[in-house]
């Protein structure tokens, strides 16, 4: 089975730039990326450990990150140690995103079509998970192997997560992909 676990950013209202991004791997992949993760945010080097990484809150010293009195110094030595770590492993990464100044250009008529039920494209949002949906199941076609996907979305307001089951239920009830994308879930990133 692969895992995946995806996390939104800017998914509020009025960003410019609405994305999903997240890593899709083998259950011992994904452990072990994990235990290296937390060893790494463990590290005594860091002024404090965190509970979580989220890259807005690093860029911005925000957070734990601001209670921790992070420097910049220490932030950048972070980031680039969980990035070798990522670039090292066998995660396969994946990401979507939409400019939503653009897609708001879009006219009334075509966006109509956009959110039909057959289509479900008339939002930001739908197009980020439509593209990261597609990312998983070429994955796992690639792979040359069957296998079935279960995928973690983090834990968002109920709105979003409402419109992740629905299109994530569309996935697995009304296209054809057999026992391929068996399952989906919330959870805390922590």
Request: glycine share 8%; net charge negative; proline share 2%.
């Given at each position: 089975?692969?895992?995946?676990?995806?996390?939104?950013?800017?998914?509020?209202?009025?960003?410019?730039?609405?994305?999903?991004?997240?890593?899709?791997?083998?259950?011992?992949?994904?452990?072990?990326?994990?235990?290296?993760?937390?060893?790494?945010?463990?590290?005594?080097?860091?002024?404090?450990?965190?509970?979580?990484?989220?890259?807005?809150?690093?860029?911005?010293?925000?957070?734990?990150?601001?209670?921790?009195?992070?420097?910049?110094?220490?932030?950048?030595?972070?980031?680039?140690?969980?990035?070798?770590?990522?670039?090292?492993?066998?995660?396969?990464?994946?990401?979507?995103?939409?400019?939503?100044d653009?897609?708001?250009?879009?006219?009334?008529?075509d966006?109509?079509?956009?959110?039909?039920?057959?289509?479900?494209?008339?939002?930001?949002?739908?197009?980020?998970?439509?593209?990261?949906?597609?990312?998983?199941?070429?994955?796992?076609?690639?792979?040359g192997?069957?296998?079935?996907?279960?995928?973690?979305?983090?834990?968002?307001?109920?709105?979003?997560?409402?419109?992740?089951?629905?299109?994530?239920?569309?996935?697995?009830?009304?296209?054809?992909?057999?026992?391929?994308?068996?399952?989906?879930?919330?959870?805390?990133?922590?």
């Amino acid at each position: 089975m692969l895992f995946g676990f995806m996390d939104g950013s800017a998914t509020h209202n009025g960003s410019r730039v609405m994305g999903i991004a997240g890593s899709i791997g083998e259950e011992a992949e994904m452990l072990a990326l994990h235990s290296k993760w937390n060893l790494i945010l463990e590290d005594n080097k860091y002024p404090t450990r965190l509970s979580e990484f989220h890259m807005y809150d690093c860029v911005t010293v925000f957070k734990e990150f601001l209670e921790g009195r992070w420097t910049f110094a220490e932030r950048l030595t972070l980031y680039g140690e969980l990035c070798d770590l990522l670039m090292s492993s066998n995660i396969r990464p994946i990401g979507a995103s939409v400019a939503t100044d653009a897609f708001q250009q879009i006219s009334a008529e075509d966006l109509e079509v956009l959110s039909q039920d057959r289509v479900q494209l008339g939002t930001p949002l739908d197009v980020c998970f439509h593209m990261i949906t597609q990312q998983i199941l070429r994955a796992v076609n690639e792979s040359g192997r069957e296998k079935t996907i279960g995928v973690i979305f983090d834990k968002d307001n109920k709105a979003r997560e409402g419109r992740f089951s629905e299109l994530c239920d569309r996935y697995i009830s009304q296209y054809y992909l057999g026992d391929m994308f068996t399952g989906y879930g919330f959870a805390d990133s922590r």
